[in-house]
């Protein structure tokens, strides 16, 4: 036993000088001290002088710099600039525009939890909170969804006035510019209200907020274009859209044919150096009621007018609608949605340079401008759209599945709904904490490139499956189009959000671990950078420096990832309170497993990992749902850790944790060198996978929680609008609750009554009539029983048509007189 001694004491000094990340020095001094403790206390001599042999035969060459340099770092360099994927133009660009917030700590394999929770609560301003109370609150009232998605097909000339006036268009023009200079948060929490109302008005109002000409003029306009642009696009004298897709430019933007030539031309009345554009634009969203395009396109200088350079690349510029060769105008129709959207064309439009947007000085910069600006709108507008609609099918079906009876209970208590509701309630939890994590990053002055893919794609994805769980719970009611539907338009338009600013299965499989991977792991970049450094000795010392800060960080992560999983993830430090604690050690766990999968799959597959859409799109998984489970972990310590909240944190978080071991398992299972990932799946799962979807006892608080009036609920419900006025069915339906709840019990006296006695009436007033007369109620219950009456017809009933209702007047009326007129 005492030869095996040394070698074990060498082996746990290792492991745990790994665990913690000890520098290679202290772990040689740790792990020489130990071994001469061992021998000392009686650990056979041969056995510690071998043990010293083996550490000595490690640590000499990785602390002398003069044998380490030449005989390891020279050699791994050659081999990593081979293994180096390419960067492409785009990707470069990708890659440098954005910044690494709280995201980087959980590609760290051991996230500093500090960084997350020392942040400030997002809060809003006072201006913000007045207009979120006042011109917010009186404009979703004025909306009639009905009106605009079927009978109108566009917005009552009314609420575009209104929307104007108030500003709403220019929520992020700056206050000297007579914008409102609203922060990303208070941004959020509008788009989020309109949103739970019409998905038409909040994308109305969204997108000249978002990517667009005014936060491109704001970051690189000149000072004559944002003085004259600006005011008018705060105040909607110009309404604004932007044209980047086309027929053969989709998900792949920078491939777009559109150009313009640089050449002389006449521009109020002088002769000018410009532009001439030829483009041909698709589902440009505003376009057909724009006034000023924001517009992308290749830009060419054929015969050196401004330079050498032929191809200058994408630059992007204003076109104001009225200019020779625009046409605009036709909409195209997405998804029963009507808000404005359509084609632009343009043959040989003729602009100055002082139109492109920045001047003649960002000709070229055109896709690092759209890049850099994406991240913040891609924050905002999408997140808060899908958590608002999210919140809001949580409240509402929450409700009704209290009020609508079936085999004489409520729906909500039927196991089956009872599952769908607790998903509803999760996913509702969910977007709301990651749409408020990823717009106060911005608000924070971030350029979260990855927290905005995370954000676009899971909250479009949990408000896609929010709806579809409520359409299903409200069976009919859901299905029956009219002003009394308040879910069928939002559950219709749920694709719009998962396919725009970055379809959702790109998103996924390449974005969202594709720049994760570069931008957030603490080494890779440094070593990129590094090993083209053109010195050839500064690239060398730069390379080792970083080369061997990984590899310790690697091996560490192995470690933790074992020690994590063989105990559960049941020990070491962690914040939280005694509820959350066990969370916060478990995303210790999966981020070192993250980091492991991550460095393992960038070593082995350098440059094919970016084909590799699969393991990409479920290490992606991985590292959205810790950016998500910490983003609720900080909501819910930002509220004050309230405990009637723990049911949806809980089913939240073991969701996350679910679909994280789900996505760990697939990526190792597939892993393309498969002995690798058995190897792998040894050190991350050790004792299997065993992380289970939240259990029905869970399902069954969280579901309960929507269906009767409670703090938590209330909360879940804070930021959308449930004012319960004429246009707000959805509104009237939430504020029933307390009344229907406080009724029940004297509706179940009177239905046992019913069912004991020898009733003759069959009409629901006489038999309250009998019932009083009787005395099974009294004349006070009895007006209870009428009111829920009158509240559950309310809630139940669906609309119906004359069938000229239903027809497209626009089209039907204006297409048959014209025939009739043509025959005449
Ligand atoms: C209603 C609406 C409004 C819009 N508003 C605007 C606007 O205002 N301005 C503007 O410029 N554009 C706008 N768009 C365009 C939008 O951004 C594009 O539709 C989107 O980028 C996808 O392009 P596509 O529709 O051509 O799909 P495609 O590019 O053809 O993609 C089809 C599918 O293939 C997937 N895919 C493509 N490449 C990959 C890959 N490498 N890996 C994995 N999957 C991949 C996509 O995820 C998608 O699922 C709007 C679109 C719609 C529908």
């Known amino acids: ?187 959020h929490k509008v788009i989020q209200k309109l949103a739970a109302v019409s998905s038409v008005v909040s994308s109305t109002v969204g997108v000249p907020n978002s990517l667009g000409p005014a936060e491109l003029l704001m970051h690189y306009g000149t000072q004559e274009q944002k003085d004259y642009y600006l005011p008018r696009l705060a105040d909607g004298r110009e309404v604004p859209c932007f044209g980047l897709t086309g027929p053969w430019a989709g998900s792949d933007a920078t491939s777009i044919p559109d150009y313009g030539i640089v050449c002389m031309g006449d521009w109020n009345g002088a002769r000018v150096v410009g532009v001439k554009l030829t483009f041909d634009k698709r589902y440009i969203t505003l376009a057909p009621v724009a006034s000023l395009i924001g517009l992308a396109f290749r830009m060419y200088d054929p015969d050196g007018l401004i330079g050498d350079k032929r191809d200058i690349g994408i630059t992007l510029a204003l076109v104001p609608r009225d200019t020779d060769g625009v046409e605009i105008g036709r909409r195209h129709f997405p998804l029963n949605s009507p808000f404005q959207n359509g084609p632009i064309h343009g043959k040989e439009v003729f602009i100055p340079l002082s139109q492109l947007i920045g001047g003649e000085a960002y000709a070229g910069k055109g896709w690092q ?68 994590a990823s717009a106060a990053a911005v608000a924070r002055g971030e350029l979260p490139a990855v927290p905005s893919t995370i954000s676009k794609y899971h909250c479009t994805e949990m408000g896609r499956e929010a709806a579809k769980d409520a359409m299903d719970i409200h069976g009919g009611k859901g299905i029956i189009l009219g002003p009394k539907n308040y879910l069928g338009r939002g559950w219709q338009a749920s694709p719009i959000a998962i396919t725009v600013e970055g379809a959702n299965i790109m998103t996924r499989s390449l974005m969202i671990f594709g720049q994760g991977a570069i931008l957030c792991h603490p080494w890779v970049l440094k070593e990129m950078k590094a090993a083209t450094l053109p010195d050839p000795g500064e690239r060398l ?125 697939s990526a190792l299972r597939n892993f393309p060198i498969r002995p690798v990932g058995w190897l792998l799946w040894m050190l991350v799962f050790p004792w299997g996978r065993r992380a289970q979807a939240p259990s029905d006892r869970l399902g069954h608080k969280t579901a309960a929680l929507l269906m009767s009036p409670n703090d938590a609920r209330d909360r879940l419900a804070r930021g959308i609008f449930l004012t319960p006025c004429a246009n707000n069915p959805a509104g009237r339906i939430a504020s029933y609750l307390p009344q229907v709840v406080l009724a029940e019990p004297v509706e179940r006296k009177f239905l046992k009554a019913l069912k004991n006695s020898d009733i003759e009436a069959l009409d629901f007033a006489a038999q309250l009539d009998e019932g009083v007369r009787e005395g099974w109620i009294t004349a006070e219950e009895r007006k209870q029983l009428e009111a829920l009456r009158e509240m559950t017809i309310d809630a139940i009933s669906v609309d119906d048509f004359e069938a000229w209702e239903l027809r497209s007047a626009g089209y039907y009326s204006d297409r048959i007189e014209a025939a009739r007129r043509d025959a005449a």
């Open 1 to 187: 036993m005492s030869i095996a001694i040394p070698f074990l004491v060498l082996l746990v000094v290792s492991l745990a000088a790994a665990y913690h990340r000890l520098r290679l020095a202290v772990w040689v001094a740790i792990g020489a001290t130990a071994l001469v403790a061992a021998w000392l206390l009686g650990a056979s001599t041969v056995a510690s002088i071998v043990a010293g042999a083996l550490l000595a035969l490690a640590a000499i060459p990785l602390l002398l710099p003069a044998i380490r340099l030449p005989l390891i770092t020279a050699p791994l360099l050659k081999f990593y600039t081979r293994i180096l994927p390419p960067l492409s133009e785009t990707e470069r660009v990708a890659l440098e525009a954005g910044t690494v917030g709280f995201e980087g700590e959980l590609f760290s394999g051991k996230p500093d939890w500090n960084a997350l929770l020392s942040q400030p609560k997002p809060t809003l301003r006072e201006d913000e909170q007045a207009f979120l109370d006042g011109p917010v609150e009186e404009l979703c009232a004025m909306v009639n969804d009905w009106e605009i998605t079927h009978v109108r097909a566009d917005l009552p000339p009314e609420l575009w006035d209104f929307i104007k006036k108030n500003k709403f268009f220019g929520m992020i023009v700056p206050k000297e510019y007579g914008g409102l200079g609203f922060t990303a948060l208070a941004n």
């Open 369 to 436: 401008m759209l890049v850099e600006c994406l991240s913040i709108g891609r924050s905002i507008t999408l997140p808060s759209t899908a958590s608002g609609g999210a919140k809001m099918a949580a409240v509402v079906t929450g409700a009704y599945a209290r009020i609508r009876k079936q085999f004489g209970l409520s729906i909500g208590r039927f196991e089956g709904v009872e599952e769908a509701l607790a998903r509803i309630a999760g996913n509702a939890y969910a977007a709301s904490a990651l749409s408020e």
């Open 541 to 665: 010392r730069e390379f080792d420096r970083n080369l061997f800060g990984h590899i310790g960080f690697a091996i560490s992560n192995a470690v933790r990832s074992w020690w994590f999983g063989l105990t559960g993830a049941r020990i070491g430090s962690a914040p939280g309170d005694t509820y959350t604690r066990r969370y916060y050690r478990k995303l210790n766990r999966y981020s070192a497993a993250l980091a492991l999968m991550a460095d393992t799959s960038m070593l082995l597959l350098g440059g094919k990992l970016k084909f590799k859409e699969s393991l990409s799109g479920r290490l992606g998984d991985v590292l959205s749902h810790l950016y998500i489970a910490s983003a609720m972990l900080k909501r819910y310590e930002d509220e004050g850790r309230p405990a009637s909240d723990q049911p949806l944190l809980a089913w939240s978080f073991h969701n996350s944790v679910h679909k994280m071991e789900i996505a760990l398992s």
